[in-house]
């Protein structure tokens, strides 16, 4: 199993930025993956974007792509999101999860990061 520890949530205005980390402990020999994914109130959990941990595939989805990065630092089996251009709708709670052995087999996730995005 691995642990998930998400930071660097906050309000911000839109057009503003913020950095979302994710830092993995725990059973990290087999990363294949991470990625971030997003829960506004009352709607169902979302994809955002994922990083294979090669660096070679990267998807976003579509709201977000040209706004968000995300990026990884193997070294400290830490995952990064960097979010530009934020807009209201961006609101939510955000997640990482940890990949062992597909780009889809997200068997460990975070508590979640708060992210306010005000108008």
């Known amino acids: 199993q691995v642990q998930l520890v998400e930071s660097g949530g906050g309000l911000v205005q839109a057009g503003g930025s913020l950095r979302l980390s994710c830092a993995a402990s725990g059973r990290t020999l087999n990363t294949y993956a991470m990625g971030w994914f997003r829960q506004a109130p009352g709607k169902e959990r979302e994809f955002v974007a994922v990083?294979?941990?090669?660096?070679?595939?990267?998807y976003y989805q579509d709201s977000v792509k040209g706004r968000f990065t995300i990026s990884r630092d193997n070294a400290k089996n830490t995952v990064y999101l960097q979010m530009n251009s934020l807009k209201p709708e961006d609101t939510a709670v955000y997640y990482c999860?940890?990949?062992?052995?597909?780009?889809?087999?997200?068997?460990?996730w975070g508590q979640g990061t708060q992210v306010t995005v005000s108008s």
């Open positions: 999860a940890h990949a062992g052995a597909s780009i889809g087999d997200f068997g460990s």
């Open positions: 990083i294979s941990w090669s660096g070679s595939i990267i």
